[in-house]
DNA sequence: AATGAATGAGCATTCATTCAT
DNA sequence: TATGAATGAATGCTCATTCAT
């Protein structure tokens, strides 16, 4: 296929500038320049500025929580799913720095809409981790008295942030594979030697 | 009663602002109306709406940094530090809402000022967490494999993360002292009932 | 049925998109749907939008002044004369009630090139009620002391308000007939019982 | 008082920008430029253009309308009454040029918001034509036949036409005196020299 | 110090027009 | 001829900031 369609090129370029430059810091004009197209074509394709965001996180954002998923379905031992979980979110986050960023930073946007949207398609992720908590827990091989909708939290809380170390930055000491052992180690064992 | 300096009354107004409508989409008046002094008023204590949010950030967070380092420098055991820190973040946080809401939302603003400063006020906070567990390594009370650099941002996420429970929204299944105990015993002791 | 050649096509549509939307309201693409043909082709038959607006003038228009002008040719006596200028005119606004609005509301508009446009052109017309009245003058039926020059633009003004009944709107109360009658005895008798 | 109320130069100053471009063509910095304010500050006493438009034919035109009625209140004779209001109608107009203009061409925008607004306002005004020929005609010095509701279309028709000379253009071979003595007669007495 | 009216730079969005197919 | 996707100039409106009082 030639010509790649203009919907994908506005999107990443839209992906690329958001990440730079913050939503609200974002022009229009900073995205179209970016995907090479007229300011005008991009509302050929998208209602307003605010409906860009929402498609690049749909679009991009869907389609991760969608591999993840995928790969998890297809594991049967929650301690192996979850570190699947963890390898694959670090691993795309990793790989697609501009996307984390657009997650991380302007999905928290404070604008209500924003949220409870994210709030909607972020919720089926993070659910994702409580539900193989409760798999680990009845086949006892997790704490009982660990409590799932808190630890989703605090899990997806620290994956997160540990992957905003790419996006953000660069103080980029330790490798992938390092960070993902680490933290499915810290999930699995906290930081305790032995636990009494 | 005195009066409450200017100052103080804008930094109080503009951290509920900031907090309800998001840097962006709140209006200098807006705080000015909140703060019940003149627009201009404003700009005879901050030099731009900018530096409103940073002196939000600096007085606010500052004070919270200090309580915390207080509290965890009158412990010796590791342990038992990790855990005040827990309890102090998150009792916190619970407590001042808005400005969970501002130090989760608006400072992850991809703006490259802030996201530097914001770096370097947290760098402090957070090698709170990184110093405790080069501590409890010493001390052989934790793994020695787990490497300082990489939990320190787990930690920090996973309380940021759980604390935005409250700042944001609903679900408020759990009390204040369940989450706690949630958050430190995963540190402590990951999911796992038996660590192989 | 002959297909309609697309001229023809495109100032009808335009002619309905102008009374129903007025002219900085009508898009192009509006006129092109309501025409059935791609907003592309408008311009392959027209310059531009104001010559869409001028072409509804002169052939829509133009035909209603020729129509008027060889009905009152074919008379003699100025009081039929002006009978029937009252009379045509009045019936053909009716009948087309979207040329009439596009008349009477969007050739006003403050353009001068429209204004001056427009001028010309009525001119012709609204001298036909001059022309009517030197006539009655000449032939001792009308009032020396009537202004041709003014009396044209007064009755031209009351025709072109009283036709706005049926495009404007509604209050249809009066029967065209009636309508008719009425304006042919103002203008002749005035409304005096026995002028003194 | 020094200081002209900002308002009041902003009213003047579109008044006479949409007399001189037109509603549409009118840009909001024209419109700033002759009031010399800034642009911003136009949205300190207006919500919008349309607004400032709404404004302009309240304030102003509110005012005739006004001063009409009350003239005409202190008279008894209808025939007097239609001589004043015709000689109030067309000196105003010719005074305010710019307002003739706003009123005669902007009004009729076919907006329906508009027409709608217009026509409530103005209906008040041209009944006061048909109130004065009721009169008339209780008192038999009108014609039994003439139909209010139509004269005063015609009537106001005629009104709004010949001012229009004055906003318009040019051609200005009558005085104003003349004018109001050839309008006032011809509702009178109609053109015919002896009415059958 | 305090006010709040005034400023004007800045930007999302629209839409007449073009042109490759 | 006909299309309609693409263009980009143009403008109403917002709001941080200033400054006369």
Same mark, same amino acid.
């Given at each position: 296929m030639k010509t790649v369609d203009k919907h994908s090129k506005i999107i990443t370029a839209a992906t690329k500038v958001f990440a730079k430059k913050g939503f609200f810091n974002a022009r229009i004009s900073d995205i179209a320049k970016e995907a090479k197209v007229a300011d005008g074509t991009i509302y050929l394709y998208f209602n307003n500025k605010f409906d860009i965001l929402i498609s690049v996180f749909e679009e991009e954002i869907g389609k991760i929580i969608e591999q993840v998923k995928k790969a998890i379905e297809q594991e049967d031992d929650p301690k192996q799913m979850l570190a699947i979980f963890v390898r694959k979110h670090l691993t795309v986050m990793k790989k697609n720095k501009n996307l984390a960023e657009v997650i991380q930073i =302007?999905? &928290? $946007?404070?604008d209500k809409l924003v949220k409870d949207y994210r709030n909607t398609i972020f919720q089926e992720y993070i659910n994702l981790i409580s539900d193989i908590i409760k798999r680990g827990q009845e086949q006892n /091989? %997790? &704490? $009982?008295?660990? /409590?799932p909708g808190v630890a989703k939290r605090a899990f997806f809380g620290a994956l997160d942030e540990v992957s905003r170390v790419w996006s953000a930055s /660069? =103080?980029?000491? %330790?490798s992938l594979e390092e960070v993902i052992d680490q933290v499915i180690s810290l999930f699995h064992f906290g930081v305790l030697t032995y636990p009494e």
């Open positions: =302007e999905l &928290r $946007q404070s /091989l %997790y &704490r $009982q008295d660990v /409590l /660069l =103080e980029t000491h %330790y």
